[in-house]
Structures are given as C-alpha cells and as structure tokens.
C-alpha cells in the first residue's frame, strides 16, 4: 500500500468515526452534560494545575490569535463544511443560502451579546483609582470607557465572553457537523476526500474549542462569571436551534430539506 492510499485510508476512517459519534443523538446529549461538567467542575482544578504554564497567561498564542477570534474561525470553518454539502445533496443555491444564513444569526449573537455584556459592566460598576492604602472611588467617570481612558480601574460584573463564545461554537459545530452521517447514509457513504478534510478540520477545531474552554475555566475570570457565560451561550443555541430553527420563518435546522432528491430516488417504482 502507497503513503497516498494509506493517508486516504486514515482519512475515510476519521471522518467515518467522527460522523457516527457527531450524528448520534444520545453522543450529543452526553456532548451538552461534558460541557456544563467542565463550567462547572472544570475551575476546581485551578489548585492542581501547574499556574506558570502557557496556557495560565492570557497574552498566549491560543488565546490571541483564536480564541479572541473564536466565531470568525467558526463562521469560515463551518461554512466551508455547509456550502458544499447543502448544494451537492440538494442542488439549490436558495437552500443553500439558507442554511448559510444561520451563520448570519450567529454574527448577530455575537455583536448583541458583546453590547450586552458591556451594558451589564457598565450598570454595575464603578471606576476607581489605585492609591498607595487601595482604591479610590471615582464618582464621576460613570462608564467604563471614560474611566479606563483616564487610566483607572472599573470594576463591574464581567460576564466572560470567552466562556459565552466557545460554548456557543461548540454546541454550533456538533449540530452542524452531526449532518454529515446522514449526508453519508443518503449517498452511500459517497464523499470525496477533499469534503471529509473539511469535515476533519471541523473536527479539529471543536476539539481546540473544547480545550480552549478547558483552559478558560480553569485559568481565567471568576467563577460566577464563567457560569453566567455558558450558560448564556447554551441559552442563546437552545433558542436557536431547538425552538427557532424548528419554525417556518427561518433559516432550518441543520440538514432540512437537503435529502430529499436521494431519498425519492430510493423510493420503490
């Protein structure tokens, strides 16, 4: 057997293995429980790490060039996976377009959530500046922005925006990606290499979120605000995909309406 067959090889059985575990329901399901227990659990294990490793510091190459970034990296990897699997199962660039839309809906997520935490900061702050004995209230810088532009401190309520991101593009990329078994099963296990490399890095990359998450909880932002933010995240995709997607009026849920041709062609005559 040449390198060539044996790397194809390799790559027909992880993607065929990452497909049956991504499209079963109850591995999803036990997918959600591993997210929450990591939130959850995950900060208890700040006092058995090592806290001068790489990952402990904030400015690390992870950190900055990914997980700051975490649903630009989701919306290209992502859509590289839906584009070609909506249109070569249903042939219809609208029905493509529509499931692309949903990443759309996770922009808007992402922006309103931003206002949104930085509206909480702010309501429930104050800025302070540093003094020889501690801190000194400033009563008349009232927003963060004017306050850090003077060169002093604003304490508020800093729901994490890392925790919200990663567990929104975690639960993201397991829905989406769970569509590629069925793609499978309606084609015959039909699918070229160069589709299962996107699906395979689509897997790469939810498992880099899951360690990024890992990291984050662990490492950065306090308990409380860790919570609030997975919990938000999982919120905003129950919203979404669980109740939203499932209605008329809007972009679908992942795999709606593209199996039907290969279905009616299985129909008997």
Request: hydrophobic share 45%; glycine share 8%.
């Amino acid at each position: 057997m040449g390198l060539s067959s044996f790397l194809r090889l390799l790559v027909f059985f992880w993607s065929d293995l990452w497909s049956r575990a991504l499209g079963s329901t109850c591995v999803r399901r036990g997918y959600h429980l591993w997210i929450a227990a990591v939130v959850i659990f995950g900060p208890l294990l700040q006092y058995y790490v090592n806290p001068r490793t790489i990952f402990a510091n904030h400015r690390n190459f992870f950190n900055i060039k990914f997980v700051q970034s975490a649903w630009g990296w989701t919306c290209l990897f992502v859509g590289g996976f839906i584009l070609p699997v909506s249109y070569s199962a249903s042939g219809s660039i609208l029905l493509t377009l529509r499931h692309l839309s949903r990443l759309a809906v996770g922009a808007a997520i992402w922006f309103l959530s931003g206002q949104l935490f930085l509206l909480i900061e702010n309501v429930t702050g104050s800025c302070y500046q540093p003094v020889p004995d501690g801190l000194l209230l400033l009563g008349h810088l009232q927003d963060k922005s004017s306050c850090t532009r003077e060169g002093h401190r604003w304490h508020g309520y800093d729901v994490s925006g890392h925790a919200f991101m990663l567990t929104y593009c975690c639960l993201t990329l397991s829905e989406e990606m769970a569509v590629f078994h069925r793609y499978l099963t309606a084609r015959g296990a039909e699918a070229g290499v160069p589709l299962r490399l996107i699906f395979l890095l689509n897997a790469t990359l939810l498992a880099l979120w899951n360690f990024m998450l890992f990291c984050t909880v662990i490492y950065f932002h306090e308990y409380s605000h860790k919570i609030v933010g997975a919990a938000l995240g999982t919120l905003f995709w129950h919203l979404t995909y669980r109740y939203w997607y499932r209605s008329h009026w809007s972009p679908g849920r992942p795999g709606h309406g593209l199996f039907l041709k290969f279905l009616e062609k299985q129909k008997p005559n």
